[in-house]
């Protein structure tokens, strides 16, 4: 089993959807939580991307001198950068680290967010750029262990002699993880990822995604790992982390609710949708409305984005429940709290 941690490049705070108790980035904390984690013997740590989070290939180049074994899980968003050089830069990453790269390939489903970036895709071609982006990455990096370039003319992107002078330490290339809930999803992952990871659902549907994925990797004669990304709120009882999964939202109010979730229900994601789904909208916002399977609580998708689950107790709890998705087949868990 893989444990990972997480690094909020997008800030922290002790309250759900407000400024009250919000810390704010700055490079000293994000140091403090890799030496942490790298202390701590996790496997690695989650650097995130968007417009509300630092630069990840900064933050992650920033705390390589101060961690000594701990791994970088680093975002890439297709679209952004042209797979060549994105290439180059996990090729550098990785010799300059000793072979500390791993990477989250990211299609993205907020159009708002997608098009103030400069893409302007809609779901169906995202999927189809991020096949082909990943797909040119992996043979450009593969094939500069011998020296070799690469062709490739495709619907959205080609490349004509790509070539990679200094190939990374990991052979053939980093290992490349990559999460989404769609059927084109499922599809890009069964064919060219290592490790699909899914959001925190309950773990008859997680199983459901994992019987999919794994059924299409064997119709293309592969492989492939799985992992789950989940909040953690664990304190000394079941009853404390309770209390604090209750005051994590307990600032929050109707509209500031709504405004969250009409936002999430613009994006064409289908994580997204399914994240919001397992609340109803959260117009109640008991442990009785919000806990969703024992131990796993919707509250963090009722106003943030992205993984919206968390598993609450004490550490004898919490461990049992994620030995219940590792029962699944489930082997690398990005955890956050």
Sequence with gaps: ???????????????????????????????????????????????????????????AASLLPVTRNLKFLVAVRPGLHQPALAARMAATFDRLSGGRLLVNLVTGGDQTELEGDGVFLDHAARY???????????????????????????????????????????????????????????????????????????????????ADVRERAARNGRTVKFGIRLHVIVRETDEEAWRAAESLISRLDDDTVIRAQTAFAKMDSEGQRRMAALHAGGKKRT???????????????????????????????????????????????????
């Design 1 to 59: 089993m893989q444990v990972f941690w997480f690094i909020p490049t997008h800030g922290d705070s002790r309250y759900l959807g407000t400024g009250e108790g919000a810390r704010t980035v700055n490079h000293d904390y994000l140091k403090q939580v890799a030496q942490a984690a790298d202390s701590l013997g996790y496997e690695g740590v989650l650097i995130p991307t968007g417009r509300s989070c630092e630069d990840p290939w900064v933050v």
């Design 128 to 210: 189809e750029q991020s096949a082909e982006f990943i797909r040119i990455w992996r043979e450009v990096i593969a094939r500069s262990h011998e020296g070799q370039g690469f062709d490739y003319d495709g619907k959205h992107l080609s490349v004509k002699g790509a070539k990679l002078l200094y190939p990374p330490i990991q052979k053939p290339y980093p290992p490349v993880y990559f999460g989404g809930s769609s059927a084109a999803a499922h599809d890009l992952a069964a064919e060219q990822v290592d490790t699909y990871l899914t959001w925190g659902e309950p773990p008859d549907e997680v199983a459901k995604k994992v």
């Design 287 to 337: 442990r009785a409305d919000l806990e969703i399977s024992p131990n796993l609580w919707a509250g963090v998708g009722l106003v943030r984005g992205g993984a919206g689950t968390a598993l609450v107790g004490d550490a004898k709890t919490v461990a049992a429940r994620i030995q219940e998705y590792a029962d699944l087949g489930l082997d690398t868990f990005v955890l956050s709290g």
